[in-house]
């Protein structure tokens, strides 16, 4: 016999092993188990790998994001009818375990990209990200209040110093018909991150975020994030992003004034 056309699938013959083929299907294989020396070669091998996978993985399988898991399978069609809930077959378990593994490479590449240095191609991507998350939480109530004094404005800038190496002044951050409202060091990455935060009456929160970088020039680009429009460029120490939910022509235009004020 040959076994280019009629050799069985390793999925067919796992299903064998485990009992989960009709007598029909099961029948089949066992005939080609008899009658074919690489069939038997195939099946056996498979059936030395019955090894205690789930013992094996218990660890991995306690820790794994379940909830998520289940949300993820339960949006896939149905390929069969579904086996009772206490029947778990080896291949079963061997997928929800792939399923695992592959869930973890994603939390662990999402943990990779939040940590990912300031260095490399397109460094400012990850930094974005994690701002237009925070800012996306403010809301005008967030930084409702007086527009601070300008000594209490210079105050808060000159804490940016000393952490990021910038000698700003009240002058400097003003946005037209936009208020101020609070200059803080926040930390990305363990390293400092400048945030200006101001209220634009017509659209809301807005802020004007900088970095330490060492990436190089880079002319102003535009992208959006978190339904918000975002202008970010670079200088030779310092990468940069306006972030709010003014309309991108006026958001560009409060970019190029920043410009030509803070030289860094």
Not at 165 to 170: D, I, K, N
Not at 223 to 232: A, D, H, L, P, S
Request: hydrophobic fraction near 45%; proline fraction near 7%; include cysteine.
């Amino acid at each position: 016999m040959s076994t280019k056309h009629k050799m069985p699938s390793d999925e067919e013959l796992t299903a064998f092993i485990d009992g989960e083929l009709g007598p029909e299907e099961a029948a089949r294989i066992e005939a080609l188990v008899e009658a074919d020396e690489v069939v038997a070669e195939r099946l056996e091998f498979l059936a030395r790998a019955s090894l205690p996978y789930r013992q094996a993985f218990a660890p991995l399988l306690d820790v794994a994001p379940q909830a998520k898991l289940e949300s993820m399978l339960s949006a896939i069609p149905a390929a069969e009818p579904a086996r009772p809930a206490a029947f778990v077959s080896r291949r079963g378990f061997l997928g929800a375990l792939a399923a695992s593994v592959v869930a973890g490479i994603a939390v662990d590449r999402a943990v990779i990209g939040v940590g990912a240095s300031f260095s490399g191609r397109d460094e400012n991507s990850e930094w974005r990200a994690v701002v237009a998350e925070y800012i996306s939480l403010y809301t005008p109530e967030t930084l409702a209040g007086p527009v601070p004094a300008r000594d209490v404005q210079a105050a808060q800038l000159a804490s940016l110093d000393g952490n990021l190496g910038l000698q700003l002044t009240p002058e400097q951050v003003a946005l037209p018909d936009v208020d101020f409202k609070r200059a803080q060091i926040l930390q990305y990455d363990g390293k400092p991150l400048a945030q200006i935060a101001y209220l634009d009456p017509k659209t809301g929160p807005m802020a004007l975020c900088i970095v330490a970088s060492d990436a190089g020039l880079r002319a102003p680009d535009i992208e959006g994030r978190k339904g918000m429009n975002v202008v970010y460029w670079s200088s030779a120490s310092h990468a940069f992003m306006l972030i709010g939910h003014a309309p991108v022509d006026r958001m560009t235009e409060i970019a190029d004034a920043i410009r030509g004020k803070i030289s860094v």
